[in-house]
């Protein structure tokens, strides 16, 4: 089974409105990670968060951890047609386990001009 | 340049075939790693290797093999390929051994008929 489950499954939103997409895991994580994958192409490391943080923000992206709930969740804001592909959330347990990321199954993020 | 770069982009091939897949990073990364994509969109590790050295053999039939002659090469070797093999096939590197900021290459679309 996936170790991080993303919630919805797939979205669909307008240009300008904000994309929320949560992730949940099961086992206590080292960090926690939040990759784009546009179509047909390799996975883009966006944002990691530390088991010690609580918030992360990089440009328009804004990322929450909940170790209690073993939750995170990736807002974007003002999105963008380009913001259109997969999300996927990957952990790495604690302790590490030879480096090994554990992915979620993603989120499909249709923005839509 | 590309950073992680493997190839070919695309394989078709024969069922019982045995075919290579290459992968070279250059970003003096000291881990590097082989991930499948299936058609759901689930991402497992297959492979990790530090420094030449196997750190991670996932459940994996004996028909893949993976190769590192140097800490910037990791080669996937499959022989006598099935039609479950269908997937897209990831390399990826990473800087340290703590799964911080993996970077991905393009993806092999691995079709078996």
């Known amino acids: 089974s996936q170790q991080g489950e993303e919630d919805p499954q797939a979205l669909s939103i307008q240009e300008g409105e904000n994309a929320t997409m949560n992730c949940s895991y099961k086992t206590s994580i080292n960090n926690l990670q939040w990759y784009r994958q546009n179509s047909g192409r390799g996975l883009v490391h966006l944002i990691l968060?530390?088991?010690?943080?609580r918030e992360k923000h990089s440009g328009r992206l804004r990322v929450t951890l909940d170790t209690s709930k073993k939750s995170s969740s990736l807002l974007i804001t003002a999105s963008r047609a380009a913001d259109t592909a997969s999300y996927f959330c990957?952990?790495?347990?604690?302790?590490?386990?030879?480096?090994?990321?554990?992915f979620g199954g993603g989120t499909r993020v249709l923005v839509k001009p | 340049d590309t950073a992680v770069s493997q190839t070919p982009k695309y394989l078709v091939t024969q069922m019982g075939n045995d075919k290579s897949i290459k992968c070279e990073q250059n970003l003096g990364h000291d881990t590097m790693y082989w991930y499948k994509q299936d058609s759901k969109k689930f991402l497992k590790i297959m492979f990790s290797y530090n420094n030449k050295e196997l750190i991670i053999n996932e459940t994996v039939p004996n028909r893949f093999s993976p190769k590192s002659p140097d800490k910037a090469h990791l080669n996937l070797h499959i022989n006598s390929l099935e039609l479950g093999d269908s997937a897209v096939y990831f390399c990826?590197?990473?800087?340290?051994?703590?799964?911080?900021?993996?970077?991905f290459g393009s993806g092999t679309r691995l079709t078996v008929v």
């Open positions: 968060i530390r088991s010690n943080e």
């Open positions: 990826a590197s990473s800087q340290v051994l703590d799964g911080l900021g993996y970077t």
């Open positions: 990957a952990t790495v347990p604690r302790p590490a386990a030879g480096n090994k990321l554990t």
